[in-house]
């Protein structure tokens, strides 16, 4: 025992320092960083999905909050009613200026506290939150009828992510099946987040183009593409094993808006070009701003299907008193649309000369040539909403029927500068209305009168794409 005493002894003072620094470092690797791998690498097997945009963690897509958490209401898919859900009902009071929200109990974040209502915290603006020990309370400076399409929205927590036992950096923890595990940022963007669910991780890729992500599908960085809007190469990819799913989008549509200031689109000549643009004839096909599914919507309004006949008629009604040069501002996702549309409206240009030069009712014919219509098409990845004549744009339909942003006169979110004192009356009184049948008496009429102007030419409900490798 004295010999392997001497032994110790003499190893500790030779390599003491080496042995000390090795049990130290052996502890922090076993206390600190065998849990945080242990919670980072799982045999779940992971997901790779590409997605298009540009996001941090304050602007995440829907896709990922929606999978990260829940709001105090939804919407029902069938109807687009809204309907609670981390909200057990609400309550509309002083004439529909005050919502107080009852919240479930027993619901939990994903660090397992409990939610309270003093953890709902959506930042409105001009909108003073009070919460009680079971109550969330909204109280608004006017009527808003549709507020509670508008708490729909996921709840998302702040929280604090330790990582390599020493470091930490901001996360969020929300009340969904899938959680926050890691992230990566370049230049304040995300690059890749990665969430944990019951059965797999997601790790989600970005891309700044549907191209992009592409080229990143076919370099095997992702398995799965989400929502992009073109197809791109992908479309005759000799791998069979590939499967793309097409998906129509009842809460986007395509559409011309008109710059609603330029006295050439006079009522008529906006009809004429209406009538003169074909439609679809299925399910894709846009009649109005308002969701097909939707409560609100109105069957059977004004579609403006193709009549090349109307539309001459609509032009010689009241023969312009200068050329119709026209200016089709569009992006490149739709340049191939546009450049079809620019045809059918020169088309009907050619024909409504000509039949203004042959017709025995029109006395003033040296304006007949003023009927050839030109179209200049111009095609930017970021059209400037302040300076067109007619943009060919997709837009985002609102959960709730209320349009007000869009169409109302006075509203800067208004870029076609639309103008009509009976939509305003309308819009103004449909969002200040509860009662869910009034409303939609008020939003139909409303469909009725903005698809007679027209405010636009409504072409068709946008279709997206979600790629994976079979």
């Known amino acids: 025992m004295r010999k392997l005493y001497w032994y110790i002894t003499a190893y500790v003072k030779k390599h003491g320092l080496t042995f000390v620094v090795s049990v130290i470092g052996a502890v922090l690797i076993f206390s600190l960083l065998m849990p945080y791998l242990a919670k980072k690498i799982s045999i779940k097997p992971n997901k790779y999905i590409g997605i298009v945009g540009e996001y941090n963690l304050q602007n995440l897509p829907q896709e990922i909050k929606n999978k990260l958490s829940v709001g105090l209401t939804t919407v029902n898919p069938e109807d687009q009613t809204i309907k609670p859900l981390l909200a ?72 604090v992510d330790r990582y390599l036992g020493l470091f930490k950096r901001p996360t969020l923890i929300g009340i969904g099946p899938y959680k926050i ?3 990566q940022m370049k230049s304040n963007k995300l690059k890749q ?19 992009d992500a592409i080229i990143g599908f076919e370099k095997g960085e992702v398995d799965y593409l989400s929502d992009i809007k073109q197809r791109g190469e992908l479309a005759d990819w000799p791998d069979k094993s590939v499967v793309i799913g097409e998906k129509i989008n009842y809460d986007q549509y395509l559409a011309v808006f008109f710059n609603h200031n330029d006295p050439m689109l006079t009522k008529n000549v906006k009809q004429a070009l209406a009538y003169a643009t074909q439609k679809l004839n ?89 009927l050839k219509i030109t179209v200049n098409l111009k095609v930017t990845n ?11 744009i997709g837009q985002e339909i609102p959960i709730d029927p209320d349009q007000y942003f869009l169409w109302h006169s006075e509203q800067g979110t208004n870029f076609s500068n639309y103008r009509n004192t009976r939509i305003d009356s309308l819009l103004e009184t449909g969002r200040q209305t509860l009662n869910q049948n009034e ?15 027209p405010a636009a030419i409504f072409l068709e409900y946008l279709i997206s794409y979600d790629v994976r490798r079979g």
Do not use: H
């Open 382 to 392: 970021f059209p400037d909403l302040q300076n067109f004549q007619l943009l060919l």
């Open 439 to 453: 409303r939609q008496v008020i939003y139909q009429e409303f469909q009725q009168f903005l698809l007679e102007d």
């Open 181 to 183: 595990i890691s992230y």
């Open 88 to 159: 057990e009902r609400w309550v509309t009071e002083n004439d529909g200026k005050t919502y107080r929200f009852i919240i479930k109990k027993g619901v939990k974040w994903q660090n397992g506290e409990d939610l309270t209502p003093d953890d709902i915290n959506y930042n409105f603006k001009d909108v003073e939150t009070i919460s009680t020990p079971n109550d969330i309370i909204f109280k608004l400076p006017d009527t808003f009828a549709p507020f509670p399409a508008v708490v729909t929205e996921p709840l998302l927590k702040p929280a």
């Open 282 to 370: 299925n399910d894709l096909k846009a009649t109005g701003p308002i969701n097909p599914n939707s409560w609100a919507y109105l069957e059977g309004g004004k579609d403006y299907t193709k009549d090349l006949d109307r539309a001459v008629e609509r032009l010689l009604s009241s023969l312009p008193d200068q050329p119709l040069a026209l200016n089709l501002t569009t992006t490149s996702t739709y340049q191939q649309r546009a450049e079809g549309i620019a045809q059918e409206w020169e088309e009907l240009g050619n024909l409504a000369q000509d039949s203004c030069q042959s017709s025995s009712d029109i006395k003033e014919k040296e304006l007949c040539a003023n």
């Open 193 to 211: 987040i990665t969430l944990q669910g019951p059965k797999d991780n997601l790790r989600y890729r970005f891309y700044l183009t549907d191209q």
